[in-house]
């Protein structure tokens, strides 16, 4: 008999699926709320198989045009949302992690911006991380050449299954979501170790899942930065 094939990984580096896609993580660094890097330098963009895929589709689009991805962040520890939180105690913008949390930490979202040809970001309604009106997905600012840099992203990720949420332009969380479930310990050397009694990697725990009657509500979706 065959040998099994061997399962997935949970998450994957988006550059190992398409090494076209640029990755800046802005929590690397200081350009972000809390003003000093919350990831070591080091940090890979990880996000689970599925949506690194999905990501690959987006960026095939974009490329097409002479465009591509910049990755500002994906999975993101528990930890590091952890103190996000203790920054900006907003549920419009930081999700709860007494709830649901952060869609970053299921692996299932990314914040994205959008590059040309010589790698250069494109003009955007805002930059990352900012909370202000300007941020809102739907851009009602004059700028035609903004407008039309958010509806060639948004369009791209449209296409390859992902949605947006109200307050972010940046923001943008794979279709298939609910799929999945919070990824609690998922070893990174520098932010946290799995628990030393466990010998194997953690998996997801799907029980986790909020089942309420009639799903999630867009509330959630709105506000799991
Ligand atoms: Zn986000």
Redesign the pocket.
Known sequence: MAPAPAAEPELVDIRSVDPTIVVELRYAGKRNLARRPLYPPNMPALVRPAIARQLAEAQSILRRRGLGLKIW?AYRPKSTHDQLWEFSPNNDYVADPTGMG?L?TWGV???ATLIDSRRREVRMPTDFDDFSLAAMLYYIGPSEDIRRNLRTLQHAMGRARFNGVRT?W??FVSKDWQSYGPITTYPIAGIERPPPSQGQPPRTQPSLLPRSPGGISSRHLSTS?
Do not use: G, K, L, T
């Open positions: 962040d952060s970053h979202a990314v914040d972010e940046w923001h930065r």
